[in-house]
């Protein structure tokens, strides 16, 4: 099998790690397809393709404290929605020189029809990741976040939104602040969260999912009056 995948992709393809896989971004299976630097590319290198083509280059993030260290192995790859905004997330583990690190990349469809779909690395998350998940895999992982609970089956808002509150902290590189308000008229409240002054997130559950109604909202320069909360009256 590896030979087939190198001959396919080429030589530099870590063939161990390559993998055909569903994203939610796109509408048929793509190859998740990483390159180890060679003479014709020196940096570590990881492509999403469909035949020939590229449908996505994803730039992997390399910690400050990693930078200079020659890359050595990608250890293991996942795909699941991290951030419970229904799209599929790509994690890795990959080690520089002797340290072992974990990178996480939010998927995004395109903005538009013309727009394709793109992956965002997440730098403070994964720096979060390395620094506390012991020992770094992606089980481990998957259990620090959110106690290895797939949205869809939580058993109660309770759960979820602790969940979604330890992604939160994780992310911002200030300190975030919480509130359960009642967004519509049913009796589960909403989880407001948020850097105070800079952006706003707003999550609801339901059936043991969790659905974000707001992601990430700025408040812009004069704040934003293009939304309101009418207490159970949204």
Known sequence: KEDILKKRFGESCIAEQTFEAELS?????????????????????????????????????????????????LDAVSFYDV??????????????????????YYGYDGDTEESAPYFVAQEALSDQISARVTPLTIPE????????????????????????????ELEASEETMYDLIYFDADDIPE?????????T?????????????????????????GYEYCPRGN
């Open 191 to 199: 989880l407001a969260a948020g850097v105070n002054g800079y952006y």
């Open 141 to 168: 992982i998957r259990t620090f976040l959110s106690g290895g609970k797939k949205n869809g089956r939580f058993s109660g808002w309770q759960e979820a939104y602790e969940a979604v509150g330890r992604l939160c």
């Open 83 to 104: 951030n419970y905004d229904g799209n599929t997330d790509v994690v890795w583990i990959a080690t520089y020189g002797t340290t072992s690190a974990a990178s996480v």
């Open 25 to 73: 971004e796109y509408s048929s299976p793509v190859f998740f397809v990483p390159f180890a630097p060679s003479g014709d590319n020196p940096e570590f290198t990881v492509r999403l393709m469909q035949g020939e083509q590229v449908l996505a280059e994803i730039h992997p993030y390399v910690p400050a404290g990693l930078s200079g260290q020659a890359f050595q192995s």
């Open 201 to 225: 997130s707003l999550y609801t559950y339901s059936g043991g999912t969790v659905y974000p109604l707001m992601d990430g909202w700025r408040y812009g320069v004069m704040g934003n009056a």
